[in-house]
């Protein structure tokens, strides 16, 4: 049975240049979200896509930062013109509806290692 | 603010003493579910308990949830060395129309000395 997978597992870019994360969530499963998680931090929400409904973009940190959900599957997060401080580790998770109003568990990838130099 | 705190942020304990962390929220919930992260990988569902459930146990763990104090509590009895990772609380909470989002807290960075 296949998990979250996410891909690449690290990525070492330059200062400006665009990077694409990818994200391939458990099937059948609505929710997707995208976090950060800096060195010996918590999770940072970025962004959440649930269904059909417009995503929630309130924590991307600024309009450098995008993501697109194509056929209510595989979700790509785009860092344009990175910067020395988007250096983290990239985290997706989805989940299933556990009720009409409630989400089950968040299964999460192994994570995308982003480097900026 | 955060809608979900965990305390203490840091936990040092001995082999085979129990540890006890606890989370804190604000506004009602669904559900609150406990997350296990070992050092550089992705974190780890362990238990949930729903907003009509008080206790909750699943092997070593026990978690409790008060919602009139808008509480949690996660208890590792008898830990291990391996039980070493952080713990985080995460708090589903209604929040547009029939849709629901889940926000985690900061974490808890556990350490069980051998």
């Known amino acids: 049975g296949a998990g979250v997978s996410q891909s690449p597992s690290n990525k070492v870019t330059e200062k400006g240049k665009d990077v694409e994360l990818r994200c391939d969530p458990i099937?059948?499963?609505?929710?997707l979200y995208w976090y950060r998680q800096s060195l010996g931090q918590g999770l940072e929400f970025l962004i959440y896509?649930?269904?059909?409904?417009?995503?929630?973009k309130s924590g991307l940190p600024s309009d450098r930062f995008s993501a697109e959900r194509t056929g209510g599957s595989v979700s790509t997060l785009t860092i344009q013109r990175t910067q020395q401080e988007d250096s983290a580790v990239y985290l997706c998770?989805?989940?299933?509806?556990?009720?009409?109003?409630?989400?089950?568990?968040?299964?999460f990838g192994p994570g995308t290692r982003l480097t900026v130099l | 603010s955060q809608q979900g705190e965990e305390d203490p942020q840091a936990l040092s304990i001995q082999e085979g003493e129990n540890a006890t962390m606890n989370c804190s929220y604000k506004t009602s919930i669904n559900n609150l579910q406990w997350y296990r992260q070992n050092s550089g990988r992705g974190l780890v569902h362990l238990i949930l308990?729903?907003?009509?459930?008080r206790e909750k146990h699943s092997g070593r763990l026990r978690v409790t949830l008060d919602t009139s104090k808008k509480s949690s509590s996660l208890l590792i009895t008898a830990s291990r060395a391996a039980d070493t990772a952080s713990y985080f609380c995460?708090?589903?909470?209604?929040?547009?129309?029939?849709?629901?989002?889940?926000?985690f807290g900061k974490g808890i960075t556990l350490s069980v000395r051998p």
């Open positions: 896509f649930q269904g059909n409904s417009a995503p929630d």
């Open positions: 099937s059948g499963h609505t929710a």
């Open positions: 998770a989805s989940s299933r509806k556990l009720t009409s109003a409630s989400y089950n568990e968040q299964f």
């Open positions: 995460a708090t589903d909470v209604l929040y547009t129309g029939a849709n629901s989002k889940l926000t």
């Open positions: 308990i729903r907003s009509n459930e």
